[in-house]
């Protein structure tokens, strides 16, 4: 395991930059998500690390060593594809050891084995080495996948959305296994995504990526606190947070350049006495809890994040506040106001 | 969307109605084939008779014609040469014929072999190397590369013989084998690279990224990734490279004549008493067969592969 970092690093595709004067410090032994919506740059920047793009400026190194211009081959990390990461008209077991297999390394069959059985064990493959990489189902496969990438024991290991592909059950299994591994190995790990779930319960830090640019890089609870700009808090929450102006429902700027307040579903009270007078547009139950979206201040639409067994119907009036000391305020540039 | 799902569905009825026409279809489509073989072995009268024969005496009169040259003699020569050692030559003396020696037909089948097989090897392997580079990599006017490529095939081939035929001879590549091979891989080439870059770009990047990744190098993966998920893209391409090359006709007639003749221009031209020999040229016809068919079986389940590919990817 080692650290990884990227200085200044640029990257386009003929007029469009896709990622943008990055820098970024990836501590060893540290799980660091990126995230963003599709066309953000992600899997470009984790393409850069790996050295399957070379950056038109600024550097990358790994292990405290520039490897820039190095191939991929040279850099001695692992990556975890989307899809099509097996090769089909391989076994399991040759498909775990194919990377041990690589020229560079020429370790010993028996090595390669007890390697690949210990790595089967963990993911509990095991019985299935022997079978073909297409006839497994798709979580196996996944399985199969993050497995071919941990018995390199890398430098760094790189996941481009590996648990996209499957469904929501699945994910959630292999999301916990991941964490499991990544904690037992002390794995380094930059994982690509845009569930802001997957982000929030995998990372120790995210990072926001926004067209090419590194919006901010923190701890999950950090960002979901004290989003550094409008983009940064709308990814993370759901709902998504509420942007007020200032003024509405009774919310003042501390400073005189803040004129949006954000203020999160779960801290938008109903019921209480003395608040504004709104009505309910429409509910939607998710089980333990429930959303509404509230009309107030003539046409502003509000979502407040509440108790399944709260009393709220469509069409119903209520008191509505925002809990104090709750809204983050951004300026007229979407920056945060520090308060 | 795939052929395979609709039988299930109109049931038994309609499959045994698509079975009976395929059948019925084959049956017409091998009458000519078994035609070709049955004169193989009928008698030089037998294969010119009114109405025509499917009732016959079977004799190897035709393949022992094939193989050798004869020459007719008297009967009081023959008597002087003593009984016939082997069954062709009795055979030969039925007719009053006396075998000289070996007729060209190996020769000239020997350079069908070469040339056919050389030809394919070339076009696929070259046409695999530009179908992946194609494919892959930054290639400067691609599009238009790829569209003169094509174009090649836009005219048939024999359009351009005299120029070919002109330029051979300043080049002493006429009647060479090595000529012929030229020939047939420049025309299978367009096909060739057309077809194997369709394949090459339905095998995802990220298996070569993957193995890039995991130390190995470009070549390497092109090779342990690549070229297996290749294998029946590279079957269909050489059965129809081979089927060109080894049947093509008018070049052959034209370029070649003592030394590097192929077996299609030789085979209609077997001389027999008194005009063609038709059961001889039947026999060549059928032993010319042969190895396309048992190319074609033996990669008949790539063949499959290759041609319902895509369909059976997600």
């Known amino acids: 395991m080692a650290e990884a970092s990227l200085a200044a690093v640029t990257k386009r595709f003929g007029e469009t930059i896709a990622v943008d004067d990055v820098d970024l410090t990836i501590a060893n032994g540290e799980f660091i998500v990126l995230l963003g919506p599709t066309g953000a740059g992600k899997t470009t920047l984790l393409r850069l690390i790996a050295g399957l793009e070379t950056p038109d400026s600024g550097t990358v190194a790994i292990g405290g060593g520039d490897v820039t211009s190095l191939a991929p081959a040279m850099r001695d990390v692992a990556f975890v594809f989307q899809q099509y990461s097996l090769y089909p008209h391989y076994t399991v077991f040759e498909n775990l050891a194919f990377p041990l297999r690589a020229p560079g390394r020429r370790m010993g069959e028996q090595a390669i084995r007890k390697r690949v059985s210990e790595i089967a064990e963990m993911l509990r493959i095991g019985h299935k080495l022997k079978n073909k990489a297409t006839q497994l189902s798709g979580g196996e496969m996944q399985r199969v996948s993050i497995g071919r990438a941990l018995v390199r024991e890398p430098n760094v290991f790189l996941m481009d959305e590996p648990l996209s592909s499957l469904d929501a059950k699945l994910r959630e299994d292999l999301r916990v296994e991941l964490k499991r591994i990544q904690r037992d190995l002390g794995a380094t790990i930059v994982y690509v995504t845009h569930d802001q779930l997957e982000a929030m319960t995998l990372a120790d830090r995210i990072g926001i990526l926004d067209r090419g640019r590194l919006v901010q890089v923190d701890e999950p609870r950090t960002i979901y606190e004290r989003p550094a700009t409008v983009y940064a808090a709308q990814r993370l929450g759901s709902p998504q947070i509420n942007l007020l102006p200032a003024g509405r429902l009774g919310l003042t700027p501390g400073s005189a350049s803040a004129i949006t307040a954000g203020v999160r579903p779960e801290d938008v009270e109903v019921g209480t006495p003395g608040g504004f007078d709104a009505r309910v547009i429409a509910v939607e ?12 201040d003539g046409g502003q639409q509000v979502h407040a994040l509440l108790d399944a067994h709260r009393p709220v119907g469509e069409g119903a009036s209520l008191q509505v506040a925002v809990r104090p000391g709750a809204p983050v305020w951004f300026d007229r540039e979407q920056h945060l106001v520090n308060t | 969307m795939s052929i395979a799902a609709n039988p299930g569905q109109t049931g038994a009825r309609g499959r045994w109605l698509a079975g009976s026409a395929v059948a019925l279809y084959a049956l017409i489509a091998m009458i000519p084939l078994f035609w070709i073989f049955a ?43 003593g009984p016939p050692k082997t069954w ?33 090897f070339l076009a696929v392997f070259l046409g695999t190397l530009a179908a992946y580079a194609f494919s892959r990599f930054k290639v400067p006017l691609k599009d238009d590369l790829l569209f003169f490529i094509l174009s090649t095939r836009m005219m048939p081939p024999i359009a351009v013989a005299i120029p070919i035929f002109l330029m051979y001879r300043e080049l002493g590549l006429s009647d060479t084998k090595a000529g012929m091979i030229l020939l047939y891989t420049a025309v299978n080439l367009s096909l060739s690279v057309w077809l194997l870059k369709g394949f090459v770009d339905e ?112």
């Not at chain 2, 995802?204 to 470009?218: F, H, I, M, Q, S």
Request: glycine letters at 8%; charged letters at 20%; one cysteine or more.
């Open chain 2, 203 to 314: 095998i995802p990047r990220e298996y070569e990224e993957a193995a890039v990744v995991d130390g190995y190098t470009r070549l390497q993966a092109f090779r342990k990734v690549v070229l297996p998920q290749m294998r029946a893209g590279i079957a269909a391409t050489a059965i129809f490279c081979l089927i060109f090359a080894w049947n093509e006709y008018a070049f052959a007639l034209l370029l070649t004549s003592g030394h590097a003749q192929t077996a299609p221009p030789f085979i209609p031209i077997i001389i027999g008493e008194g005009g063609l020999d038709w059961p001889a040229v039947a026999a060549g016809t059928t032993l010319f067969l042969l190895p396309v068919v048992v190319f074609t079986v033996l990669l008949r389940n790539q063949l499959l592969r290759g041609i319902t590919f895509g369909a059976v990817r997600k």
């Open chain 1, 285 to 296: 139950r998710r089980g333990a809890e429930m959303i509404a979206l509230l009309e107030v």
């Open chain 2, 39 to 81: 004169t193989g072995f009928k008698s030089p009268p037998d294969s010119i008779a009114y109405p025509p024969k499917v009732f016959f005496e079977p004799t190897l009169e035709g393949y022992v014609n094939l193989f050798t040259s004869r020459s007719r003699q008297t009967d009081e020569y023959i008597k002087t040469l």
């Open chain 2, 88 to 120: 062709y030559e009795e055979i030969a003396r039925s007719r009053n014929m006396v075998i000289t020696g070996p007729s060209r037909f190996v020769d000239r089948y020997w350079n069908s072999v070469v040339i056919g097989f050389g030809s394919t």
